[in-house]
C-alpha cells in the first residue's frame, strides 16, 4: 500500500508514540474509519489524518464523514 507520491504506507493494528523514522502507518479504528499517522526523522509521531470523526460528531463537524486532522506537539 502507498499513498499518492509512492511512499509506502504500514498497516498496523494501533497507534504508537514511535515509529519507523519518516514512515506513515494505518490503522482501522473501532468505528470502521482509517487513520494515517505521519512520523518525522526521529521516529516520533507528529500527526494523525482520519477519513472519519473518531464517533464523535460534534467534535468534529468537517468534511462529510468527520475528516479532520490532529498535529501531535510534544
Known sequence: ???AVGQPIIK???TTSDGVANS???VENAHGGLNRNY???NGKWIMQIS???HGYPKDH???MHGEHTH???W
Request: aromatic letters at 10%; glycine letters at 4%.
Open 61 to 63: 463537524q468537517f468534511g
Open 51 to 53: 477519513n472519519n470523526d
Open 39 to 41: 512520523y518525522d526523522a
Open 1 to 3: 500500500m502507498t499513498n
Open 24 to 26: 506513515i502507518t494505518q
Open 12 to 14: 498496523v493494528s494501533k
Open 71 to 73: 498535529d501531535i506537539i
